[in-house]
C-alpha cells in the first residue's frame, strides 16, 4: 500500500509517500514541501498547491490519500488557508478516485511514537526509525506528512475501503446542481 | 462586465451569475444552488461541488468570480467546511485565469442596500429591485450570491484587475515543488 500524506499549509504543503502494510516493513518513497508565496494572492497560492499535488500524484500514482485533519480552534489567523490547502488535497485525490483519510496530529503522533502529545523531535525520531533512514527527512518541516503516512499505512486500511466504497456509489448515484 | 456570487456552503452553495457595469443596469443572467449531501464524506462533496462550479464556469464563462469572504470566529462547526468550498471556487476561477475577489457579508449588504447589517428580507427585496425581477430570485437562499455578484460589479472593478495582473505576474513567473 502507497500512501500519500499531506500536511497542509498554504506557505509550506508538507507531502511525503511512504509504501508498507501493517506488520511489514516501511519504505520511503519521496518527501517534499510544496511551497507559495505569501506575497501571491489566496487564489494563486491554492492553484500553486493544486498544480504541486497534482504532479506528485501523477507520478507517485499512491493508493490513498491521508490528509491532517484542521481544527477550526487553532491559529486563527492561519487557519482558513490551511483548511483551504485540505480541501484541495482532498478534491486532488476524489476527482482521480483515491480515497481520502483525515487523521488528527494526535492520531498521528500517537500510532508513530505511542504518545499522542509527542513533541516534533520525538516524531521525527521515529519517522527516521521507522523508515530505516540513515539521517532525519529533509525538509525537516515535512516529517509530519511522513508521520501521517506511516499511520495511515497502519490504521487506516480498513478506514479507506470503506470511503473508496461510498465513494464509489456516490459518483454513480450523486447528483448535482 | 459577467461576475459569478459564489455564496459558499457545503450543503447548499449559492451561485449566482450578474452583467452589469458601474451606472448602468443590471441584468439576471441565471442563479442556482450546488446541493452536496451530508451523508457523503467531505472528499466527495467537495468534489460535487468542483463540478457543479466547473459547469457553470464552462456554460457561463464570467469575467470574474466574486466570493463570499469566510470567517473563522462565525460557525466553528460548520465553518472549515465552509472555507474549503470557498477555496475550491477559487481554484476553478485560478485555473481558467479567471480574477477572483473576495468581499464580506457586511460589504455586499452595504454595497446593494447601504446598511452592513441588512436582514435577509431586505437583501432579497434589493436583488429583487436591481435586477428588475417579477419576483424574488428562487432559490431563496440563492440572494445572497446575486447580492455578492452585484457589490463586485459595482466595487471590484478595479480590484479584479489589479488581482488579474498580479495572478498572470505570478503564473510565469511562480515555481512549485
Redesign the interface.
Known amino acids: 500500500m502507497r500512501v500519500l500524506g499531506v500536511d497542509p499549509g498554504l506557505t509550506r504543503c508538507g507531502v511525503g509517500v511512504v509504501e508498507g502494510a501493517p506488520g511489514k516493513a516501511l519504505r520511503l518513497v519521496c518527501v ?1 514541501v ?4 505569501p506575497d ?5 497560492r ?7 499535488l497534482e ?2 500524484l501523477d507520478e507517485m500514482r499512491p493508493d490513498a490519500v491521508a490528509v491532517e485533519r ?1 481544527f ?2 487553532h491559529n ?1 489567523r492561519t ?2 488557508g490551511t ?6 488535497a ?2 486532488c ?3 482521480r478516485g483515491i480515497p ?1 483519510a ?1 487523521h488528527t496530529p494526535s492520531e498521528a503522533k500517537a500510532a508513530i511514537t505511542g504518545n499522542g502529545r509527542a513533541d516534533k523531535a520525538q516524531v521525527t525520531a521515529m519517522v527516521t526509525r521507522l523508515l530505516r533512514l540513515d539521517a532525519p527527512p529533509k525538509p525537516a518541516d515535512a516529517a509530519d506528512a511522513l508521520a501521517l503516512a506511516i499511520c495511515h499505512v497502519w490504521r487506516g486500511g480498513a478506514q479507506a475501503r470503506i ?1 473508496a466504497a ?2 464509489a456509489a ?2 454513480t448515484g ?1 447528483t ?2
Chains 1, 2 share one sequence.
Not at 510544496?34 to 508565496?37: C, D, E, F, L, Y
Not at 491554492?46 to 504541486?52: C, R
Open positions: 517534499d510544496i511551497r507559495t508565496s501571491d494572492d489566496i487564489a494563486a491554492l492553484l500553486g498547491i493544486e498544480t504541486g504532479a506528485l484542521v477550526a480552534q486563527v487557519v482558513m483548511a483551504q490547502a485540505a480541501g484541495i482532498m478534491v485525490a476524489a476527482r481520502v483525515m470511503n461510498r465513494l456516490r459518483t450523486r448535482t446542481g
